[in-house]
């Protein structure tokens, strides 16, 4: 494989085998092409394959073939569909699990996440317990913990989805604007065409299982993005499009 891309899969195939019946093939060939500093988005209906190609890129599951390559030796943070906080540690507590995990020790870990929590609008929850947070403040939690593996390239595996709508959008103005600043790699999954559209830079659309890459749209709509992005005439073109691309790869 070439060395333009900080991640990449080529061929990815995975099945899962099945007691006394023949394996579940769940990815079929899928190839996926990430560039350093970019956000790209993996969309595709529920069931698909998108948390199973999360948990392969994270290392967490071995392919039954293909290809993955990830730049580098400091490897991915990844952020699962059910990413839940600890609700018997504090906020700070939760937030620095992934360094202690790594052989951080517990001082140096939590000064090294301090910085953070002004960012992702924690400032002051610090020694809060989860229940005392609402459901974004949550999933910031979890993201910042995310974050704070200081990983090259983020994995996230539906990060809003459990969020309502107003919240969501709150959160995607929230995270377009904090990766402006960063210039994080993120692989983002979602079945949302609407946050595909709005955050990413380039959409993996998948086919139904077993999932392959039915096509890769290249997202140029202007950065910065933020609320004003929702209006733009070209914005609803790419969400047809996708729309377009998701119907017919289902039928
Ligand atoms: P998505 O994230 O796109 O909704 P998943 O990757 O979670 O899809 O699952 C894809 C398919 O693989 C589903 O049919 C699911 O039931 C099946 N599956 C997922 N994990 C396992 C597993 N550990 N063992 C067997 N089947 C699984
Ligand atoms: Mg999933």
């Given at each position: ?8 899969t080529k ?22 092409q990430v560039?350093?500093?970019?956000i ?28 993955v390559?990830?730049a ?35 001082k ?66 929230w ?44 997202i140029?709509?202007?950065?910065p ?7 733009l005439?070209e ?9 377009d ?7």
């Amino acid at each position: 494989m070439t060395t333009d891309y900080v991640l990449e899969t080529k061929g990815l195939t995975h099945e899962y085998a099945r007691p006394g019946r023949s394996p579940l093939p769940v990815l079929a060939g899928l190839d996926l092409q990430v560039r350093e500093g970019e956000i790209a988005a993996v969309i595709g209906p529920s069931g698909s394959g998108k948390s199973t190609l999360l948990n392969i890129l994270a290392d967490l599951d071995k392919p039954s073939g293909g290809e993955v390559r990830v730049a580098g030796e400091r490897g991915v943070a990844y952020m699962p569909q059910k990413d839940l906080l600890f609700p018997w540690r504090t906020i700070e507590d939760n937030a620095i699990l992934g360094l202690e995990v790594a052989g951080v020790k517990k001082k140096a870990a939590r000064e090294q996440v301090a910085p953070l929590f002004a960012e992702f609008g924690l400032d002051g929850f610090e020694y809060v317990y989860p229940a005392q947070l609402s459901g974004g403040m949550r999933q910031r939690a979890a993201l910042l913990r995310t974050v704070a593996m200081n990983r090259p390239v983020l994995l996230l595996d539906e990060p809003f989805g459990a969020l309502d709508s107003l919240t969501r959008t709150q959160m995607q103005l929230w995270l377009a604007e904090t990766w402006q600043r960063h210039g994080w790699t993120i692989v983002l999954v979602t079945h949302d065409i609407r946050e595909a559209v709005f955050l990413s830079d380039s959409v993996h659309v998948l086919s139904p299982r077993p999932a392959r890459v039915t096509r890769r749209f290249e997202i140029d709509l202007p950065r910065p993005r933020g609320a004003g992005t929702f209006a733009l005439p070209e914005f609803a073109g790419l969400e047809r499009q996708l729309l377009d691309t998701l119907l017919g790869s289902s039928s």
